[in-house]
């Protein structure tokens, strides 16, 4: 699921206690402030220039794919 939680996500497997465990000793002991600063700092690196660039490059990229692989804006490819 990074996809959803970002870099800023702690991946474990829901079905292995013993990952389970090891996130939730890796919690417990930050407070409130600290999980906060922590969001902060994965949030500002992902919404960064470069990421922002990275992005735009590839949507247009899968547009231009998109574009060159089918039909002509407006045509649906039946014959007149």
């Known amino acids: 699921?990074?996809?959803?939680?970002?870099?800023?996500?702690?991946l474990f497997d829901p079905l292995n206690p013993d990952e389970i465990v090891g996130v939730m000793r890796l919690l417990a002991p930050m407070g409130q402030e600290d999980r906060q600063a922590r969001l902060v700092r994965q949030s500002i690196a992902r919404f960064s220039?470069?990421?922002a660039k990275a992005?735009?490059?590839?949507?247009?990229?899968q547009a231009l794919v998109q574009?060159?692989?089918?039909?002509?804006?407006?045509r649906t490819g039946a014959a007149r």
Request: hydrophobic share 35%; aromatic share 4%; proline share 11%.
């Open 49 to 51: 220039r470069t990421a």
């Open 1 to 10: 699921m990074r996809k959803v939680a970002g870099d800023s996500g702690i």
């Open 55 to 61: 992005a735009w490059r590839s949507a247009l990229q």
């Open 67 to 74: 574009r060159l692989s089918g039909p002509p804006p407006g």
